[in-house]
């Protein structure tokens, strides 16, 4: 499926004709579009996007069948089906000049027939057709009513993977799973209420002993960090990559509904915070999307910055992130 969009650009004042893909490939963002000429009449390119297939015949000469008109010369298309198909017929046997020197295919209307022709549909028309007709779509006169598709082969097409849209799931166990399989040792200058916090041990981050499944890893001062700090302003957040750079989704732990949830986009101020995140998801041995990172909250901005990865298993609690971020707000 293919979307041709015409329109005329205020700025260059050129007409322009666009074919888009309908579906978006794996290992792209975005969809394909391609740049082609047309010599449509002016009140066209005042805006039209029509739809359609893109097909070779038996051939080999590339063929773009129209289905369906979204908008036509700048105005919305709300009519039925059969409106349609007349709009559509007129723009191109009165608006269109066919021009095979320039035209990379050449531009046909899909037919259409009553139910009741169904028998010659299938007995005289497809088999004197010159491209493989896979099927026959049934369209109805009530939008609150689906169009209905007959494939007529036993081939299933797959769809193919969309990249650009897919959302990221961060993959953690809950809180209450790990508190079993994990042991804090904080100095002794830390105050006995810190211990039972998991939460806000980060802030003793001098020394700090985590043991997990009988693995011990130790976080120090001397980790790579991104400059200086305040510990006091800090949260452990789940940061999550987009598909744009410099762009990264930051996630607490709600325990109401037990799940992540998003608190913010990180805040990327300077040149050091770019490397330093792009360094994290660079290792190719590494299929993790997502970290836990110590940010600090900037009142001024009200985003969180990233500093530090942190070898912990869950972020911070919503309420915990709630509290911080209104603690702050009573200082300033």
């Not at 940061?239 to 996630?251: F, G, I, R, S, W």
């Not at 940010?295 to 901005?301: A, D, F, G, L």
Request: charged share 30%; net charge positive; aromatic share 12%.
């Amino acid at each position: 499926m293919y979307y041709m969009f015409v329109y005329k650009d205020k700025y260059s004042q050129m007409s322009r004709c666009y074919m888009i893909d309908g579906r978006t490939l794996k290992g792209y963002a975005f969809p394909k579009m391609v740049t082609i000429y047309l010599r449509f009449k002016s009140n066209v390119f005042d805006g039209t996007l029509l739809k359609g297939e893109l097909i070779k015949d038996n051939d080999n000469n590339w063929i773009f069948l129209i289905d369906d008109v979204f908008v036509y010369c700048g105005k919305r298309v709300m009519e039925n089906k059969i409106k349609r198909i007349e709009l559509t017929t007129k723009l191109i046997n009165s608006e269109l000049k066919h021009d095979s020197f320039i035209q990379p295919f050449s531009i046909q209307i899909k037919k259409y027939f009553n139910p009741s022709e169904i028998n010659y549909v299938v007995n005289e028309f497809i088999p004197k057709l010159n491209y493989q007709c896979r099927g026959i779509m049934i369209h109805t006169n009530h939008r609150i009513y689906n169009n209905l598709f007959c494939n007529f082969t036993n081939v299933v097409r797959k769809e193919p993977k969309r990249m650009k849209y897919d959302k990221p799931t961060p993959k953690y166990d809950k809180p209450t799973t790990i508190t079993k399989n994990i042991k804090m040792v904080v100095n002794k200058t830390s105050s006995p209420k810190k211990k039972n916090k998991i939460s806000s041990t980060f802030k003793e981050l001098d020394t700090i002993k985590i043991k997990i499944d009988s693995k011990e890893v130790i976080e120090t001062k001397n980790d790579i960090h991104i400059g200086d700090y305040d510990k006091e302003k800090c949260a452990i957040l789940n940061l999550v990559k987009t598909e744009h750079p410099d762009v990264y989704k930051l996630y607490a732990w709600s325990e109401l509904k037990e799940k992540m949830k998003r608190v913010g986009y990180a805040n990327v101020p300077n040149i050091e915070t770019s490397k330093y995140l792009q360094n994290l998801f660079v290792d190719e041995d590494n299929e993790d999307e997502n970290y836990n990172v110590v940010c600090e909250y900037n009142s001024e901005t009200k985003k969180w910055t990233p500093k530090q990865k942190v070898n912990a298993k869950t972020p911070d609690s919503v309420d915990f992130v709630k509290n911080l971020k209104k603690k702050l707000k009573l200082y300033n």
